[in-house]
């Protein structure tokens, strides 16, 4: 599963980093592929390009203020949940998504 996402957090530095962390990692350990840009207080860094947008199968935004840019990911399959979600489950938002993409699939 190639998998977006876009960290945002009230403060725009601790949560907004952590969450990255742990989605990069928990994707990693399942053998997904994912690019998660950061919209903190230094503004947008690791941005998602057209090229990223195209190839994707997800996009998660995890926040807890408004994500800038959300335009550019019209057409794809978003998953907005709150920063604390994948926070605390970060593998197990992965898989739900998984599986919630493949019976999608199945269905038709």
Do not use: W
Not at 58 to 66: E, L, R
């Amino acid at each position: 599963m190639k998998v977006l996402a876009v960290t945002a957090c009230t403060a725009g530095i601790a949560h907004t980093y952590l969450v990255a962390e742990k989605l990069q990692k928990a994707a990693e350990e399942l053998g997904h592929e994912i690019k998660v840009e950061t919209q903190g207080s230094a503004g947008i860094e690791n941005e998602i390009t057209a090229e990223d947008v195209k190839n994707a199968d997800v996009v998660i935004y995890a926040h807890d203020i408004a994500v800038r840019g959300t335009s550019r990911f019209a057409g794809k399959t978003v998953v907005d949940i709150p920063i604390s979600v994948a926070m605390k489950q970060p593998k197990s938002l992965l898989v739900t998504i998984e599986k919630k993409l493949a019976a999608k699939k199945a269905a038709g």
